[in-house]
């Protein structure tokens, strides 16, 4: 018996194989419809969820098409340049923007990270990065007062992390040992990375270090919009 997943399946199968082009019109609901024998919401059910994971996309009253998968930016997840060198040395234009900066309650790996205690304030400054206006990632920087006396202040403005760090002295990095899992998005995630919930979502945990005096900097999370991008690692 034909069920929604088996004409999503087949669907993706179908998609990856070539047989259509990015921008390609897919068959009507009710030509699936006729085809499976199957009742014509259960076709759009599919076409939805074909959406959500990325593979297609529908424009009002014209149908449904194939999405360019190709079109995928190379990241290397290594390495200590920052994110906006790396995108530069590509040609992608990167744009930031500084969504949030405030103090978070006390939470043990991090705090330990950074070597402070829960007496201490950490503040986390959250930057939105787009790449031809679409929001690809969001970087999380959890930075301690005791070593940023002016983090509250100037964490709004910050779009570079590493830039700040220069400005306070600190010229030469190096990265802690990272940490890679897969989640789906938040309502909060999904709204900001402009993303549908069966997007995974690539989390990289991290930190950052001065290289001369060993001064932990920063704990990272980078959120990547797993359809965005290629990984080199």
Not at 25 to 48: D, F, G, H, T
Not at 102 to 116: A, H, M, P, Q, S
Request: aromatic residues 12%; glycine residues 6%; charged residues 30%.
């Amino acid at each position: 018996m034909v069920d929604e997943l088996m004409i999503v399946d087949e669907m993706i199968s179908v998609i990856k194989s070539g047989k259509f082009d990015p921008d390609d019109k897919l068959p009507s609901e009710n030509e699936l419809a006729e085809k499976y024998m199957v009742p014509r919401i259960m076709i759009r059910k599919a076409y939805e969820r074909l959406q959500e994971q990325g593979f297609i996309y529908s424009r009002q009253g014209k149908g449904s098409f194939v999405k360019d998968r190709k079109n995928q930016i190379p990241l290397v997840l290594s390495g200590d340049e920052s994110f906006s060198k790396k995108m530069q040395e590509q040609g992608y234009h990167l744009e930031t923007k500084t969504i949030f900066c405030e103090e978070i309650d006390y939470n043990k790996k991090i705090f330990r990270f950074l070597g402070v205690e829960d007496t201490n304030k950490v503040f986390k400054i959250g930057r939105l990065r787009l790449v031809d206006r679409k929001p690809i990632a969001l970087h999380i920087s959890f930075v301690a007062q005791v070593v940023f006396q002016d983090i509250e202040a100037a964490g709004p403005k910050i779009t570079s992390m590493f830039d700040y760090y220069n400005k306070q002295g600190f010229l030469n990095f190096f990265s802690a040992p990272s940490t890679l899992s897969v989640a789906f998005p938040t309502k909060f995630e999904r709204e900001v990375l402009d993303c549908a919930s069966l997007v995974p979502l690539l989390v990289l945990e991290s930190g950052c270090l001065d290289k001369e005096s060993g001064t932990v900097l920063e704990y990272t999370k980078i959120i990547y919009r797993s359809d965005r991008f290629t990984y080199v690692i």
